[in-house]
């Protein structure tokens, strides 16, 4: 009893040293909105970039270089990270390549 009580009061508290996060019911139309940035989420994951929905929304939120970015379509999220993450991705593996390249002159 204590907490269901406990969690109508807020949506997150801590029960015996586990937190414990209490979201509203979602909208099927919502579900299939967040399915499509199924995609993107995944190459962010594999990037240990922290990412997430606003709830109950579907807008997907995002921190890259310490900045929070919000996208309502994966479209755009999409573009964001070919942009911006991937770009950086890319541009340090040349600069690495061409590191790895240079030898000392005799």
């Known amino acids: 009893m204590k907490i269901t009580k406990k969690a109508a009061e807020c949506r997150s508290f801590t029960y015996n040293g586990n937190k414990?996060?209490?979201h509203?019911?979602?909208s099927?139309?919502?579900l299939k909105l967040?399915?499509?940035f199924k995609e993107v989420r995944?190459?962010?994951f594999k990037r240990k970039i922290r990412c997430g929905f606003i709830q109950p929304t579907a807008i997907l939120i995002l921190t890259y270089r310490e900045e929070s970015h919000k996208f309502?379509?994966?479209k755009d999220a999409q573009v964001f990270f070919d942009k911006y993450i991937a770009k950086d991705e890319d541009d340090n593996g040349e600069e690495e390549e061409e590191e790895e390249g240079v030898t000392g002159s005799d």
Do not use: G
């Open 20 to 22: 414990i996060c209490i």
């Open 34 to 36: 967040r399915a499509t």
């Open 42 to 44: 995944s190459e962010l």
């Open 24 to 26: 509203s019911d979602v």
């Open 28 to 30: 099927a139309e919502t």
């Open 72 to 74: 309502s379509t994966a």
